[in-house]
């Protein structure tokens, strides 16, 4: 049962990863996060009904805007920087779009990946300490840049 937990949890979270580098593929520089937001909401309530974990659409969004937020400025810039890249008309707007698929990607993957280690350990939304899970965000978010090139093969 608890084995089923993980598997399940995996391919939904890989399910959502894809879903993410799409609203990284949306040419409308902002419009892009707001998607990925909602993406990544929705994968994480998905994940409290998994664990049965109650959900809290408030402290989601500040945990993952913590979470996100605490990528190295290289990474967090190039979340940002391409999404504003796509106001540069052609050549902009495709090389933004190619950064913001690939960071949306692996940024929810990262998360997906967090939450996972939480929930198996007992953990809720309202027990989630941001300074603890940094470094595994940032090593899970590695991973999901890994995981992100097998479907984008260029960046």
Do not use: C, R, W
Not at 119 to 145: C, N, P, R, V, W
């Amino acid at each position: 049962m608890e084995n089923d937990k993980l598997i399940n949890s995996n391919e939904m979270i890989k399910k959502y990863m894809v879903m993410s580098m799409g609203a990284g593929l949306i040419p409308i520089p902002v419009i892009d996060i707001v998607a990925l937001t909602g993406i990544q909401l929705k994968m994480l309530n998905n994940l409290t009904e998994i664990y049965q974990v109650p959900f809290s659409k408030n402290a989601s969004k500040s945990i993952i805007g913590s979470l996100v937020g605490g990528l190295a400025p290289t990474y967090a810039a190039a979340g940002i920087g391409g999404s504003l890249a796509k106001l540069i008309p052609v050549s902009g707007t495709i090389t933004g779009m190619m950064t913001m698929s690939s960071f949306s990607g692996a940024s929810t993957y990262a998360i997906g990946q967090v939450f996972i280690q939480h929930f198996e350990s007992g953990g809720t939304l309202l027990d989630f300490d941001i300074d603890k899970m940094q470094e595994y965000f940032m090593t899970a978010f590695k991973q999901g840049k890994e995981q992100t090139k097998k479907d984008i093969p260029s960046e």
